[in-house]
Structures are given as structure tokens and as C-alpha cells.
């Protein structure tokens, strides 16, 4: 199925809209895969992001009606992805710790003098690094560097300072930074 087709995809959100099984079957087995990375991202572990999808396409076969059709369809299921991952993480920050999908290297900005040190490691490697990093920082820096969110809105979302975001978001790279350098000293040995 492609959902570049406004044809086909109009006809798919209606039938879902009518609760039709086989169209939410389709919807769900054609965006899966992307948006179990986008949950992956926000995730203590797989299956907590198994959790967060399901009940994301939940969110979204009770909400479709409400998509407008003025940008992509794979968008808007997207962005209420990144929605309830940040709803989980709010209801659940008291019990994560305040310390310390595939993601892409190429996303990573380049740090103050100019290196990618994210580029040095395959992004399943980098991943399993964002994995590590506390619930705090790993949501700070999957909205700010793959999703695309300014400190402004991450501060609105998470309830924090844009200070805060800021911050934390140097922590969450200077924290993949050290373990990205460790593996590669380690891999040189």
C-alpha cells in the first residue's frame, strides 16, 4: 500500500474511521515498523515500546476521523506516537530516575568543534547507547534531535525550563559522546 496515493489513503481512513478490522489491519501492518522505532526511542527496553505502540494505535483508530488530510498520513500517526510516548513518560517521571527506531548518525548534529562523533558507530550501536541514557535525557534529546521540537515546545510538553532542555539535551550528547568513545577504545584493543 502506499500512502503517497491521497485516493487510497482517503478511502483506508474512512474505513477506518468505520471501525472496518481490515483497514486497521492494513494502517497497522504498513506503519509498524516506523513507528515501533519511534517508540523504541522513547522506551526503557522493547517491550515497554510494544506497550506504547499498541496503545498508541489505540489512540489513533479512535482519533483517525479526526485526520484532515492536509499533510501525510504517516505524519499525523507520527506525531500522535511521539505524543503518548511523551503522555507515558510524564504519568511515569516519578518513577524514573532525574540523574543522567533506528536512530541515524546523520541526525546528531556535530558537537561545538565540529564532530560527529556520532558517525563513528553503526546506528544500531548508537541506538542501544541512546537506550542507556536515562529517561529524562533520552526524551530531551529524541524530541530535540528526531523529532524535530524546539527547546521551547520540549520545555511545554515535559513541563520544564527551556534552560532545563537545553541542558539536559548537552548531557544526553556529551553522555553518548563518552560512550561512543569507550566502545571505539574498546574495539581498538
Not at 78 to 92: E, F, L, T
Request: hydrophobic share 35%; glycine share 4%; net charge positive.
Amino acid at each position: 500500500m502506499d500512502l503517497s496515493n491521497k485516493e487510497l489513503v482517503e478511502k483506508l481512513v474512512k474505513a477506518c474511521s468505520r471501525r472496518d478490522r481490515s483497514a486497521q489491519q492494513q494502517l497497522y501492518q504498513k506503519l509498524y515498523s516506523p513507528m515501533m522505532g519511534v517508540c523504541y526511542r522513547y522506551a526503557r527496553n522493547q517491550e515497554e515500546a510494544k506497550d506504547l505502540l499498541q496503545d498508541g494505535f489505540i489512540k489513533i483508530f479512535d482519533k483517525i476521523d479526526r485526520f484532515n488530510f492536509k499533510g501525510s498520513l504517516e505524519g499525523w500517526v507520527r506525531r500522535i506516537m511521539v505524543n503518548h510516548a511523551i503522555d507515558h513518560y510524564r504519568k511515569n517521571k516519578n518513577k524514573f530516575s532525574m540523574s543522567e527506531t533506528l536512530v541515524e548518525a546523520e541526525n546528531i548534529p556535530a558537537d561545538e568543534e565540529g564532530e560527529n562523533w556520532a558517525k563513528q558507530v553503526q546506528a544500531k550501536t548508537l541506538l542501544a547507547f541512546v537506550q542507556q541514557l536515562s529517561p529524562v535525557y533520552r526524551t530531551v534529546f529524541n524530541l530535540y534531535v528526531l523529532d524535530d521540537y524546539s527547546h521551547a515546545e520540549i520545555a511545554d510538553e515535559l513541563g520544564i525550563s527551556e534552560g532545563t532542555s537545553k541542558s539536559n539535551l548537552a548531557k544526553a550528547k556529551q553522555n553518548l559522546r563518552n560512550m561512543i568513545l569507550e566502545y571505539k577504545r574498546n574495539e581498538e584493543k
